[in-house]
């Protein structure tokens, strides 16, 4: 039984460390999908990088919470 409960608690571990990673990935990403609408457009002010800059750390935060809500489980 402790073998098991040792098992759940590095699994809650590992999920916690992966949690900036995928933060760090999903808000780059969008960051640099806004960048690149705004250079094929020729945006100046830089207006998509900053909305779908907002909208990654939105959805990131929305996965975090996700996540540990099922860790709580």
Known sequence: MNSN????????????????????????????????????????KNTNRIIFTLLGVFIALYNVIRQVNQLNK
């Open 5 to 44: 409960q040792d098992k759940k608690k590095r699994n809650k571990w590992i999920a916690l460390i992966n949690i900036p990673l995928q933060m760090g990935i999903v808000i780059f990403l969008f960051s640099w999908l806004g960048s690149w609408i705004d250079e094929e457009y020729g945006n100046i």
